[in-house]
Every structure is written in structure tokens, then in C-alpha cells.
């Protein structure tokens, strides 16, 4: 068999599916996603700024699997009313997509607006509501001006002025037509990526520093961003806005491993998630004891974890609209041994909380080790989400299989499918998601992996000038699946 008719079958065998009725409920909002390095191109056209992930990419081609960068990529800045045909075709609700900060303000400061990167976010804008499909607008999706990262970046508090400045330029131009948004997209891979792991933009090793520096600010940045669009735009514009974290669902590998799968919730959820939506705020109390523990283990006489004032833990706290989460897969941990070597999180163990990661053997596997498919991890997911932080509204923000770029691509197809059902069992059992969002529209620069991995619902031939975009299998079945409002019966 193959891996998804494993999981198809778990999926007949776990609900009464007979009697299940597998349609959404009425409302419910399709759509998928792009970001804009990934897509864009165009990385010096007219005014635009130097991105981190130009600099990464053009200083460091040997971090990048294929030396590749995203110079062009899709040349979604040429060719976004071919996106816009494709999503049309797919018959999307929304579009997701993010603004490129050095393109809108190519020096990073709000004191100078690009008249050019105005310009093309207004025709894609535009371009979507003509056709009716909305803009679900992310502002910041990793690509930082390079000369914020020349003052720090992400680490120097300060971010939290220059954000929510650019934040505010956003709402200012493009407010009047964009309802939805997120601040920031997967906080996890712009702290714990850069500074726990060394890797991708700006690929600079600071585990006991870095990360938890540029942990804390993001939480500021975001909640400064969302109280601008909330004291100055909310009520004219009545738009909803939110950040949007990259969570995997954590079991426990042996019956000892419980509280150290809940600690695990708690670091890679908790960090980016407590703060800004639990009813008390601040940092999850039971990471935060560790870190400080961590902090004297390593000869520091107090915590490098940064503590929060009484005074940001209010600014922070409730400064969202609804959840929204990227999910892609599950792990498992344990606790390590005594002198057992553990690689970095996120691509190896989590240090920090003493664990080991590892896979279920029936968690099939894809070509991107990171990601155990595990649907019903989605679910309890959610269920966990509204257990700590009580009943919202949640979006996915995010889900997708990585290939190496087959056209039919059933393997895909499923992944999308099982994950669509652990969605209506959710919302059967009383988790109130309104949105689905497939990662990703088309093949893209997918950072450290270069082309080599492909995402896409459509194909992109990244050999060909013209970049000709062609649909997949998975193309025709999630436009079945728009058009029906419904999936298929089993
Ligand atoms: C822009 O970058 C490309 C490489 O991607 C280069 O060939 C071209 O000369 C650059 N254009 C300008 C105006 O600097
Ligand atoms: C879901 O949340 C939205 C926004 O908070 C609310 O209007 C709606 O009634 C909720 N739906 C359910 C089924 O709880």
C-alpha cells in the first residue's frame, strides 16, 4: 500500500464514515498561499531594497541545496495576472500572499514609500477583487530589510518602532481593500531557524541569545502592529488581523514521556503563542523556569531568557483576532540520556527541554524529513489550541506535501484530502475554523531547499525564462473540492 492509503484507511476505520456527511459548512473559505521572496522575483527592479534572503542567498549559495536563489523565482512580479488566471481556475476564495518590506520601503524606515512597490501590490489587490477572490495579506514573511539586519535586526528591540511603521504604511495604502491579515508568518523560523540553528537568513548561531532576543521583540513587534491597525484603522476599514505560527504536534514516544510531549506543545507552540493569547500572557510559566534553570547550568548567574514587564505582558495580550496556524506534521519525543548528543532544534532535537525527536514508524514519510504526516495531529492540535486559549476562531494558514515535482501527484492529493477531513471532524467537534489554506499556489523558492522541492498545486518551469505554470493532479481535485463545497464519500 501505499503511504496514503495507510492513512486513508485509519481515517475509515477511526470515524463512522458511513454516515458521515463531508461537507463544509456553509461559508467555509478555501484558498492558498504564496510568500513574496519565494515568488516575486524581481529582487532589484526600480527602488526595491536588499533583502536578507538576497544577501543570504548571493553570499552564502552553499547553505542553499542547489545554489539557487530567488533573484526570479516565479516572476510573480511580471506575471501575477497569471496567478491570478490560475486562481480563478482553482476557484479560490482567497489569496494569501505577502508584501515584500524593502520593496514597499526599500530602506526599511517609513520615511520613503516605493512608488513601483505601491504600485504592484495595488494591481494585485486589485487584479483578486476584480475577480473576486480576497487578499489574505501577510506583512512580514522573513525577507527583512537588510539594513534593519545591519542594526540587529530582530534582536535589537527597536524593531517593534520600525514594524509597526512599516505595519502602519501597509494599512495606510492597502487597507481600504485588504480585510485579512497577518502580522508575521512563523515566528519559529525567523527566531529558532536563524539563531538555535545557524540556518537560513540571516544564518547567525546565537542559541542562548539570539533566539530568545529576537523571541521576545517579535512578540512586541507583532502586538505594536496590531494595536496600530487597532486604534487607527479598525474602525474604518473593520478588517481582522492576527499572526500566524508554524506548530507540529508533539506525542509522547514512550508511557514517561507525557509531560515532556506537553513541554514540548509548550516550547515550540507556547513561546510565539502564550504571550498573545492565553488569559494570563507572558512566556508559558513552565519554560520559562527552564530556561532559567538552562541559563545557571551554562554559568550565567540569571536568566538569558528575557523577562517580560508587567506593563508588555498587557501590551501583548490579547492583540489578535483569530489563530492562525501552519501545519504540516507531527513528531515524537522523548527524553535524552544521560550524555546523549542532540542536534539543534528545529532541525534535529530540542537541547533546551533535555529531548529527542523522533517518528512514528506508521507516520509516513516525505521527502522533507522534518514533517511526520500525521493528520489527526491537526486535530488534537486545534483541540489544544482552544483548551489553553480558549474558544476563537481558527484559521489554517498553511498545509501542504512537498514533492520533487511529479504532474500527478496523488500523493498530494491524499495529504490534502485526510487533512480536509481531520478539518470537519474538528469543526463537528466544535472548533470554529473558517478557513483552509493550501501551501502552496505553485512551485516556489522553497529557502534552504532551493527548487528542489515543489510545493505547488500548479508546476513552475524554473528552466524556462517565461516561467510557464502548468497544473497538477492536485490542481483539478481541490478545484473539485472548492466547487462542491464538499469532499468526495469514501
Ligand atoms: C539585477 O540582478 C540580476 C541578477 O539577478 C543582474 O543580472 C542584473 O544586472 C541586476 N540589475 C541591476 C539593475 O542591477
Ligand atoms: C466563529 O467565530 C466567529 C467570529 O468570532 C463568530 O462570528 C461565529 O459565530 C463563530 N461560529 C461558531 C460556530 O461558533
Request: proline share 5%; hydrophobic share 40%.
Amino acid at each position: 500500500m501505499a503511504w496514503y492509503q495507510v492513512l486513508v484507511l485509519g481515517a475509515l476505520l477511526s470515524v463512522s464514515w458511513c454516515t458521515e456527511d463531508w461537507t463544509f459548512p456553509p461559508g467555509f473559505k478555501f484558498g492558498a498561499a504564496t510568500s513574496a521572496y519565494q515568488v516575486e522575483g524581481a529582487w532589484n527592479v526600480s527602488d526595491k531594497g536588499e533583502s536578507i534572503w538576497d544577501r543570504y542567498t548571493h553570499t552564502r549559495p552553499e547553505d542553499i541545496a542547489d545554489g539557487s536563489n530567488g533573484d526570479v523565482a516565479c516572476d510573480s512580479y511580471n506575471l501575477w495576472q497569471t496567478d491570478i488566471d490560475n486562481m480563478v481556475d482553482l476557484g479560490l476564495h482567497y489569496y494569501r500572499f505577502s508584501i515584500s518590506w524593502s520593496r514597499l520601503l526599500p530602506n526599511g524606515f517609513a520615511n520613503k514609500i516605493s512608488e513601483d512597490g505601491a504600485r504592484y501590490y495595488n494591481n494585485l489587490i486589485d487584479g483578486l477583487l476584480e475577480k473576486g477572490i480576497e487578499p489574505l495579506v501577510t506583512l512580514y514573511h522573513w525577507d527583512l530589510p537588510q539594513n534593519l539586519q545591519d542594526l540587529g535586526g530582530w534582536t535589537n528591540p527597536l524593531i517593534a518602532d520600525w514594524f509597526s511603521d512599516y505595519a502602519r504604511v501597509a494599512y495606510s495604502l492597502f487597507g481600504d481593500r485588504v480585510k485579512m491579515w497577518l502580522t508575521i508568518n512563523e515566528p519559529m523560523a525567523i527566531c529558532d531557524v536563524p539563531y538555535n540553528a545557524g540556518a537560513w537568513a540571516p544564518g547567525i548561531l546565537s542559541p542562548d541569545h539570539g533566539t530568545h532576543l529576537c523571541n521576545k521583540n517579535l512578540l512586541l513587534a507583532h502586538a505594536k502592529a496590531y494595536r496600530v491597525y487597532d486604534e487607527e484603522f479598525r474602525a474604518m476599514y473593520n478588517g481582522e488581523i492576527s499572526l500566524s505560527n508554524i506548530l507540529f504536534w508533539f506525542e509522547p514516544w514512550t508511557e514517561d514521556d507525557h509531560d515532556l510531549a506537553e513541554l514540548a506543545i509548550q516550547y515550540c507552540a507556547g513561546r510565539y503563542s502564550h504571550a498573545i493569547y492565553s488569559k494570563e500572557g507572558g512566556w508559558p510559566p513552565a519554560i520559562e523556569k527552564i530556561m532559567e534553570e538552562n541559563s545557571k547550568k551554562k554559568g550565567y548567574s540569571k536568566s538569558n531568557f528575557p523577562a517580560f514587564t508587567q506593563e508588555e505582558i498587557e501590551f501583548i495580550k490579547g492583540t489578535f483576532d483569530y489563530f492562525a496556524l501552519n501545519f504540516y506534521g507531527a513528531m515524537l519525543v522523548r527524553a535524552a540520556e544521560e550524555g546523549e548528543q542532540l542536534g539543534p532544534w528545529p532541525f534535529g532535537d530540542i537541547p533546551d527541554i533535555n529531548a529527542v525527536i523522533g517518528y512514528r514508524p506508521e507516520w509516513p514519510e516525505n521527502i522533507v524529513s522534518i514533517l511526520g504526516i500525521y493528520p489527526e495531529g491537526l486535530r488534537k492540535q486545534l483541540h489544544w489550541l482552544k483548551e489553553n486559549y480558549g474558544d476563537m476562531k481558527f484559521l489554517i494558514t498553511e498545509n501542504g506535501y512537498p514533492t520533487r515535482g511529479e504532474p500527478n501527484d496523488q500523493d498530494r492529493i491524499e495529504y490534502i484530502e485526510v487533512h480536509l477531513r481531520e478539518i470537519l471532524l474538528a469543526i463537528k467537534e466544535g472548533i470554529n475554523l473558517t478557513h483552509y489554506t493550501v501551501w502552496s499556489l505553485m512551485d516556489n523558492f522553497e529557502w534552504a531547499d532551493g527548487y528542489g522541492t515543489r510545493f505547488g498545486l500548479y508546476e513552475v518551469d524554473f528552466n524556462d525564462p517565461l516561467r510557464p505554470r502548468t497544473p497538477r493532479d492536485s490542481a483539478a481535485f481541490y478545484a473539485k473540492v472548492i466547487k462542491n463545497h464538499a469532499l468526495d464519500e469514501e
